[in-house]
């Protein structure tokens, strides 16, 4: 019996470990809020409502208050704020805690900016690794429309119109490999980097972060195609 407890006590500490929320190393790649990493759930006024979860990392902590604003009486909107990429050890075991928390209506997702580091997703996995991401959501979300957010565009620190030449070249490459596997796999995207590319001067100087201005056009493009999904699924 007591052999039986330590190891069911073992494996719980184990699975704690395995999931336990990442951090994220350079810090430029900050979470861009308050709260920092992690879960924000919704103010539920209305627990009739259709639930939605939008999942991503600093970029997203920029622009949620206006979608949840937009989409208010429309929609309770939960968002996982994290600095995961593709390749993160424990990213399918938490990505499946979270989504245990809906179900959800509709998950709005992206992964990149943190992938960009050379290493950090092996050469060769970003397309397989991120097939394997719409999976999991797919299995454990199977009501929920899935929607695709390209990653924005990285400039020059200090010099915000001018897009990075290393950084920027690997999140557009990033964007097309995600943009065939969603094809693939009938997701829609949404092309955050294609709305902020005419918008540079929006970007806040440090390479990766949007000034309030740009992160509420951000918010407002997000909650427009949220809105459309739940519609359809009235």
């Known amino acids: 019996m007591k052999r039986k ?37 919704a103010e539920i006024k209305d627990p009739k409502l259709p639930r939605v979860l939008l999942i991503g990392d600093s970029i997203l902590n920029g622009y949620r208050a206006t979608v949840a604003k937009t989409l208010e009486g429309k929609a309770n909107v939960d968002a996982w704020v994290n600095p995961l990429h593709q390749a993160s050890g424990g990213l399918h075991e938490q990505l499946k805690g979270v989504l245990a928390e809906g179900p959800y209506a509709v ?18 996995q970003f397309t397989p690794l991120t097939r394997k991401l719409v999976h999991t959501i797919r299995d454990n979300a199977p009501n929920a429309a899935l929607i695709w957010a390209s990653s924005t565009p990285v400039t020059v620190k200090g010099e915000p119109t001018k897009l990075d030449p290393e950084i920027n070249a ?37 390479q990766f972060h949007w000034k309030g201005e740009g992160s509420v056009l951000q918010g407002k493009a997000v909650a427009e195609i949220v809105a459309k999904h739940l519609a359809a699924k009235k």
């Open 170 to 206: 690997t999140i557009v490459e990033h964007n097309r490999m995600a943009a065939a596997v969603m094809k693939e796999e009938n997701v829609p995207v949404n092309d955050l980097y294609a709305l902020m590319i005419s918008k540079l001067d929006l970007a806040r100087g440090d």
């Open 5 to 41: 407890l330590w190891l069911a006590t073992s494996l719980l500490i184990l699975a704690t470990i395995a999931v336990a929320p990442a951090q994220e190393k350079d810090k430029r790649l900050h979470s861009g809020g308050p709260k920092g990493w992690g879960v924000q759930k």
């Open 107 to 124: 998950v709005h997702f992206n992964m990149g900016l943190h992938g960009w580091p050379k290493g950090r997703i092996p050469d060769g």
